[in-house]
């Protein structure tokens, strides 16, 4: 499998803290996308970085990408109750039939009031 | 509105039955995706399709299949092959270039009783 993984599993921080969640993946790619996913809902696309970039921010996101590592981050900053959710990490390749997306295994984030 | 439906939201299944899954988008995105998330899990890969009448396994297509008769829709089996169906499943479609994003359905939550 070409999943890759979030650490931390789980974080829990106060409202107004910053968090970070990093994600680490297996092979080659095109582009790194973070999406987010509140409780039995589907997922949203947050901010899509491309291979040869290596910081890009979005509002209250910054996302880094280090391809040497095969790393990236994601840093939510002035963090607010509305940002308790799951935070995925996705990979995008191409293949012979087309283009596969490769999605973590996710951070559970908890803002607390 | 543009977007991407699944339906239903919820699905009770009996053990041994078939039951099919709806997913139809309106962004005119040409490729189609399927997955399954299971409690505290990532996303995996069940089929997808980049065109019309054409479709390719993911990493656990066993016990599941697909068809894509039209480009709006993407309707997904889940047969009595698969031994653990109960799941929350995801549709997704994407416009089928790079650098692009995936657009989710609200997902669907099977449950076998």
């Known amino acids: 499998s070409q999943q890759g993984e979030e650490d931390p599993q789980a974080l829990s921080i106060q409202e107004g803290e910053n968090a970070t969640m990093n994600c680490s993946y297996k092979?080659?790619?095109?582009?790194l996308q973070w999406y987010r996913q509140n409780s039995g809902r589907g997922l949203v696309h947050l901010i899509l970085i491309r291979s040869n970039e290596r910081e890009k921010h979005s509002g209250r996101l910054r996302v880094t990408l280090d391809t040497s590592k095969k790393s990236s981050s994601l840093l939510i900053t002035a963090s607010r109750a509305a940002d308790t959710a799951s935070y995925f990490c996705?990979?995008?390749?191409?293949?012979?039939?087309?283009?596969?997306?490769?999605f973590g295994t996710g951070t559970s984030l908890t803002v607390i009031p | 509105d543009g977007g991407i439906t699944q339906s239903p939201k919820y699905l009770f299944r009996k053990e041994g039955q078939n039951v099919t899954l709806s997913c139809e988008q309106n962004l005119n995105h040409d490729a189609m995706y399927w997955y399954r998330q299971d409690p505290g899990q990532g996303l995996r890969l069940i089929y997808y399709s980049q065109i019309v009448n054409d479709f390719q396994k993911g990493d656990i297509a066993e016990g599941y299949s697909v068809s894509r008769e039209k480009k709006e829709s993407f309707p997904l089996t889940v047969t009595s092959a698969q031994k653990n169906p109960t799941a929350f499943y995801l549709c997704?479609?994407?416009?089928?270039?790079?650098?692009?994003?995936?657009?989710f359905g609200p997902g669907t939550r099977l449950t076998v009783l």
């Open positions: 997704a479609s994407a416009s089928g270039n790079s650098y692009t994003e995936q657009f």
């Open positions: 996705a990979t995008d390749a191409f293949t012979e039939t087309g283009n596969q997306f490769y």
């Open positions: 092979t080659s790619i095109n582009n």
